[in-house]
């Protein structure tokens, strides 16, 4: 079995990982000098983005077919160079999995969202990632190909993590009542995909989250307790203080639900909430630097 992933950072890397223990191959694209080396060391077969030929030598014998690189002002990169390689080399994966955002819902003011929700994406990056489902879903549609889409929330896990931005002096502890947002560890992120993989459906479209939406400054509450740091000050919402990154996040407040993903796709999260997922993080790390 073969995996191709346009892409290969933190979330491909996981599944990278989980997979090639059990028998898969796995290619992946890179861009910048070097990038080649560091897709060898994790026993993955690299491939230049813009190198046609080498994409469509890949392509041929690959089962599963993983896109997370963000789409740009022209739309997913990964569309752009899949398509026609998957053309010329006349491949028909048995799944092609598309990374987006829970960011596409746009702010619900608390209210749960499901896969079904209307879309109502409020920033630009959730703009491009609503037309990216589109294009990709139409794709499928006139290619035949059995296209699926993931809607990600906040990805965390060792060396990302709120531990690492307390660490660093970079957390903030912002006090917004009623303010909840959703996140998955990694591992989890992998575990769904591999049970995407496991069964895929042509149009399907799942949200992979943990089961416990919370109020970040409780996230970094928490995580300030583990490393035995007394927690920042929490400071009130003030939207035009914060960077714009922050501020897109700030500006939404929703409750994901993961149910369609565990009723067909029979996957649960390991790690439930933050509180669970967190520990693991630091210690996967302790043992890390020992």
Request: one cysteine or more; charged letters at 25%.
């Amino acid at each position: 079995m073969k995996l191709f992933i346009y892409g290969y950072g933190f979330a491909a890397r996981a599944l990278a990982r989980r997979l090639l223990p059990k028998g898969w191959s796995v290619a992946a694209t890179y861009r910048k000098d070097g990038g080649d080396a560091a897709l060898r060391a994790d026993g993955v077969t690299p491939v230049l983005a813009g190198d046609r030929e080498a994409m469509v030598r890949e392509l041929k014998d690959a089962q599963a077919v993983l896109i997370t690189a963000p789409p740009g002002p022209e739309g997913c990169p990964g569309l752009q160079a899949l398509v026609p390689a998957l053309a010329q080399a006349q491949a028909f994966p048995d799944w092609i999995g598309y990374l987006s955002t829970t960011g596409v819902y746009g702010d619900r003011r608390g209210g749960w969202v499901f896969e079904e929700s209307r879309l109502a994406a409020q920033s630009l990056e959730g703009a491009r990632r609503v037309a990216a489902e589109r294009d990709w879903l139409e794709v499928g549609r006139g290619m035949g190909l059995t296209v699926t889409i993931h809607r990600l929330p906040g990805i965390y896990g060792p060396g990302r993590s709120t531990l690492d931005r307390l660490r660093e002096g970079r957390a903030r502890r912002v006090g917004a009542p009623g303010q909840v947002f959703s996140r998955i560890h990694v591992d989890d992120l992998a575990a769904g995909l591999e049970a995407s993989i496991a069964r895929p459906r042509a149009g399907g479209i799942y949200n992979l989250c943990d089961d416990e939406p919370a109020p970040n400054s409780d996230v970094i509450a928490y995580a300030a307790g583990l490393l035995g740091m007394a927690p920042p000050p929490e400071t009130p919402l003030d939207l035009e203080a914060l960077s714009p990154s922050a501020r897109r996040f700030y500006a939404e407040t929703k409750r994901v639900s993961n149910a369609r993903a565990k009723a067909e796709l029979g996957w649960r999260p390991a790690y439930r909430t933050y509180r669970e997922g967190l520990a693991p993080v630091l210690a996967a790390e302790g043992q890390r630097r020992a």
